[in-house]
Nanobody
Framework: QVLLVESGGGLVQAGGSLRLSCVAS????????YSWYRQGPGKQREMVAT???????KTADSVKGRFTISRDNALNTAFLQMNSLKPEDTGAYFC??????????????WGRGTSVTVSS
């Protein structure tokens, strides 16, 4: 079993910044990929960024140039640096991780989320 815990959400004015973190714990051999998803009120869940095992990254067009995903493998942690925040960035942000458990079985884990609110 793999547990993910997000933190760093909060209330910020438009143009401000926040840094989210996602810490993984439990019985696993490796984490291959981390992704951040978000869901605003009345909206569908959206993938905002992902980082692969080799360090390559991709971001959604809606956040390109403003958000940066990174990882620290020694700490089993992923980060999402969010700059130039806009009111439409408001929502619940969820961390997802994929990898292998100690049994070598693949896992797909989700955190419970952290709330981000951007005011105008």
């Amino acid at each position: 079993q793999v547990l993910l815990v997000e933190s760093g959400g909060g209330l910020v004015q438009a143009g401000g910044s926040l840094r989210l973190s996602c810490v993984a714990s439990g019985n696993f051999l490796s984490i291959h990929d981390y992704s951040w998803y978000r869901q605003g009120p009345g909206k569908q869940r959206e993938m905002v960024a992902t980082i692969l095992r080799d360090g390559s990254t991709k971001t959604a067009d809606s956040v390109k140039g403003r958000f940066t995903i990174s990882r620290d493998n020694a700490l089993n942690t992923a980060f999402l640096q969010m700059n130039s925040l806009k009111p439409e960035d408001t929502g619940a942000y969820f961390c997802n991780a994929q990898g292998r458990e100690d049994s070598s079985r693949l896992f797909d884990a989700w955190g419970r989320g952290t709330s981000v609110t951007v005011s105008s």
